[in-house]
């Protein structure tokens, strides 16, 4: 089991930027894929980006390629999301989420074992 905080949400503008943070604590971090979802109102969660144990693999959605990063440190047990030009889309609640199994090369979108409780990202025009 493993235990999920997200933080550094806010209200910024269009065009700002932002580090989102999840740290956890309980079973070892550097077992899980991790990975980022966020969630619109009136809108089902989405994925945005995931990473591999070790960080040597990345997944993006494409409406976050090119303007999102997702990184992790093994050594803090803490996951992070850069995210770059915010536009008013992207406001929504942030959730991070841990995954044991590996992902295919193809995508790591589902099949997550641990979700946090989110942290609001609200970017005004």
């Known amino acids: 089991q493993v235990q999920l905080v997200e933080s550094g949400g806010g209200l910024v503008q269009a065009g700002d930027s932002l580090r989102l943070s999840c740290t956890t604590s309980?079973?070892?971090?550097?077992?899980?894929?991790m990975g980022w979802f966020r969630q619109a109102p009136g809108k089902e969660r989405e994925f945005v980006a995931a990473?591999?144990?070790?960080?040597?693999?990345?997944y993006y959605a494409d409406s976050a390629k090119g303007r999102f990063t997702v990184s992790r440190d093994n050594a803090k047990s803490t996951l992070y999301l850069q995210m770059i030009s915010l536009k008013p889309e992207d406001t929504a609640v942030y959730y991070c989420?841990?995954?044991?199994?590996?992902?295919?090369?193809?995508?790591?979108?589902?099949?997550?074992?641990?979700w946090g409780q989110g942290t609001q990202v609200t970017v005004s025009s």
């Open positions: 990473i591999s144990r070790s960080s040597a693999s990345t």
């Open positions: 989420a841990a995954r044991l199994a590996s992902c295919a090369d193809s995508g790591c979108h589902s099949d997550y074992d641990f």
């Open positions: 309980g079973r070892a971090f550097s077992i899980y894929y």
